[in-house]
Every structure is written in structure tokens, then in C-alpha cells.
């Protein structure tokens, strides 16, 4: 076995305020292979939690847009990175991120462009969609990429809807760039590595 077959570690951080945002999370976590680290309802995680996304390759993030973008609870963490900021510890990680809302726009791209800042800033790589949208007449709910999406995937579910209703083009949509975004973390990994420069 090469010494350069060793798979890089990701982590799906995320805010779900009634579920939704969650079957999504659990998608791309499912694709990516990667931990799920929820952000509790007074926007905190665990300490445990913030060492797994020191030692993470790739970070995907993931919250409901509401108002225009993510959840307040999403946004604390987002603050309380600037710790991690400060010292460049996330610098060069892959990034990837997804969101939910009841709309079929709902401002979802804002809650996207807010995910490639934060990565921006710390100086992360963004990873898009890597698929064209759904947008024939013969498109239906349940294809991929049905919200035409290219920063990263956007679910949308009826205001009035159970998670267990959402739409599985959404849901298989968020698997694909789960997998995407980790076969992307895994050959920056593997190049790390042969090139002797890897941190982690």
C-alpha cells in the first residue's frame, strides 16, 4: 500500500433550526465521509468539536437562510472563529457549504456568499458545485441541482413541509458535493504529503 493512500479527515458544521437543514447536513456527510458537528441552539460548540476542525482537512458548512442569511446561531460561531483566525490555523483547508429555506430563492445565495467570505478570510479554498443545474422543461422536484446552484447546494423546503418531505434531488444533490468536496480535500492532501509539506 502506498504511503500516500491515506484519506484526509473532514467535518460538517452546521445550524438546523427545525430539522431541515439537518437531513441536508447529514447528505453531505454521508458523501463526504465526514464528522457532523452541530451548533447547539445557543449557537456553541463543544470544545471537543473545535479541536476536530483544527485537525480537519476540509470544513463544509451549513445553515438555514433566514432573513436574508444564516442563523444567528451559525453567525456566533462564525465570530468566535476568530480565534482560529488569529493564528492561521485553518489556513489552506478545503471549504465547501449548503443551505436550506422554505423559498425557492429565499436569498440563499447570500447565506453562500457569506460561507466564501468566512472561508476567504481564513484563508481557506472554496469548492464549488462542479455540476450544471436542472433547468428544462422536463426538469422535476427531484432532479439534481434543481435550484441551479453553483457556490454550493441549496435545498428548498414548503414552509409547511416535514423534514421527512424534503426534496430527495436535494438531498442526492448534497450527497454529490459531499463527495465532491472531499475527493477535491483528498488530492490536496495526497499532494501535501508527496511534496513533504503537509501541517497536519
Known amino acids: 500500500m502506498s504511503m500516500y493512500s491515506q484519506k484526509s479527515k473532514g467535518v460538517v458544521i452546521f445550524h438546523s433550526g427545525y430539522g431541515h437543514t ?37 470544513i463544509i458548512l451549513g445553515s438555514p437562510t433566514y432573513m436574508g442569511g444564516p442563523s ?18 485553518w489556513k489552506d483547508k478545503v471549504f465547501g457549504g449548503f443551505t436550506n429555506s422554505a423559498s425557492i430563492n429565499g436569498d440563499k445565495l447570500a447565506t453562500l ?7 476567504a478570510q481564513h484563508r481557506g479554498i472554496w469548492v464549488g458545485m462542479g455540476m450544471k443545474s ?29 423534514p421527512e418531505e424534503m426534496s430527495f434531488g436535494d438531498l442526492e444533490t448534497a450527497r454529490l458535493y459531499g463527495i465532491r468536496v472531499a475527493e477535491i480535500a483528498d488530492r490536496l ?6 511534496a513533504g509539506s503537509l501541517d497536519h
Open 134 to 162: 436542472s433547468n428544462t422543461k422536463a426538469s422535476q422536484r427531484d432532479d439534481i441541482n434543481r435550484m441551479g446552484s453553483f457556490l454550493g447546494p441549496m435545498a428548498q423546503t414548503p414552509a409547511d413541509a416535514a
Open 22 to 58: 439537518k437531513r441536508v447536513a447529514d447528505a453531505v456527510a454521508e458523501g463526504a465521509q465526514a464528522s457532523l458537528l452541530q451548533i447547539d441552539a445557543d449557537g456553541n460548540l463543544s470544545d471537543q468539536a473545535w479541536a476536530d476542525i483544527d485537525a480537519a482537512q476540509y
Open 72 to 89: 444567528w446561531q451559525f453567525k456566533k460561531f462564525a465570530d468566535a472563529s476568530s480565534k482560529p483566525w488569529f493564528a492561521d490555523v
Open 113 to 119: 456568499q457569506y460561507f466564501t467570505l468566512l472561508a
Open 189 to 194: 492532501f495526497t499532494a501535501s504529503l508527496s
